[in-house]
């Protein structure tokens, strides 16, 4: 058994770690429930944008705009991966590198050269340890992006894929449906899919038919189908915030309440050593005691 000077050392390190976790937690908490009011405040607009974009595209033709018109053939593949900067997350980082995994092996089989546009320090590190394809990497986002964040990542996806570097362009985040529950999802940016559907499978162009575009559909697509495109990138960052934050505060809660289990198991390790010592000394006196009155 551990002597009772390094289980003490053991329970203060605990002990400290417990407080470094639960500062944490506390502050993961306070972060979390502004991304989680800004991902709800935003969803709404964000589906709404995608619903529009592919209604105008629809009526507009698929050979009225580059971003609209598919290609051919899918040689070149591009995904947008949103990661933490940071670890200590749970498994958030993990879940999602797993599912761009799969993607990659899928469009591999497939025969798509796959390159990846990471958003975030650990897709990055990951990919440069197991996977080098990197075509640009962004890291240190603020908690609240904005449009002008995230325009250099639409800059480099759109004009990779007008230029012809992309066939195709798919977004890979974490969406945040709540505190509990965070899913990895493939959302197809490019190009724009007239017959898009939601999740459900409803389709996400049944608009009123009897809209009027002034001067046409082609006009307003050139002008709305760059600043929608940028709203799906930007709300992928925003579900990926609200669920990075809510992952850490459940996996330092889970930190703390484990600490608190081992301080408990260390305090009663270290009482009963504490009685084995206080006993031994006992032992001896009683039989130092003995001897002498028997000499």
Do not use: C
């Amino acid at each position: 058994m551990a002597s009772t000077r390094e289980i003490r050392r053991r329970i203060r390190s605990v002990k400290n770690i417990a407080q470094v976790t639960k500062a944490m937690e506390a502050v993961s908490a306070a972060k979390m429930r502004k991304a989680q009011a800004q991902v709800l405040a935003t969803r709404p607009y964000a589906l709404q944008a995608r619903e529009v974009l592919a209604y105008v595209a629809k009526m507009a033709g698929t050979e009225s705009h580059p971003l609209i018109k598919p290609r051919l053939a899918i040689r070149r593949v591009g995904i947008m991966l949103v990661t933490a900067d940071r670890g200590l997350a749970g498994g958030f980082n993990a879940n999602v590198l797993r599912h761009l995994a799969h993607l990659i092996r899928d469009k591999r089989k497939a025969g798509a050269e796959v390159q990846v546009v990471a958003v975030g320090k650990k897709g990055r590190d990951w990919l440069l340890r197991y996977d080098p394809v990197i075509r640009a990497d962004f890291s240190k986002l603020p908690d609240a992006p904005t449009s002008n964040d995230v325009a250099p990542i639409a800059r480099v996806l759109l004009d990779d894929f007008i230029q012809g570097q992309f066939d195709e362009v798919y977004a890979v985040y974490t969406d945040f449906v709540n505190t509990i529950k965070q899913v990895p999802i493939t959302l197809k940016l490019l190009p724009v899919d007239p017959a898009a559907t939601h999740d459900d499978g409803v389709s996400a162009v049944a608009m009123a038919p009897e809209y009027i575009f002034e001067p046409s559909a082609e006009a307003v697509l050139n002008q709305v189908v760059l600043a929608l495109t940028e709203v799906q990138i930007l709300q992928a960052i925003y579900e990926s915030l609200a669920s990075e934050h809510s992952a850490r505060m459940v996996a330092m809660r889970n930190a703390t309440d484990a600490a608190k289990e081992l301080i408990d198991t260390l305090t009663l390790t270290y009482n009963k050593a504490r009685q084995e010592g206080i006993t031994t000394e006992l032992m001896d006196i009683i039989g130092g005691s003995a001897a002498v009155k028997t000499n």
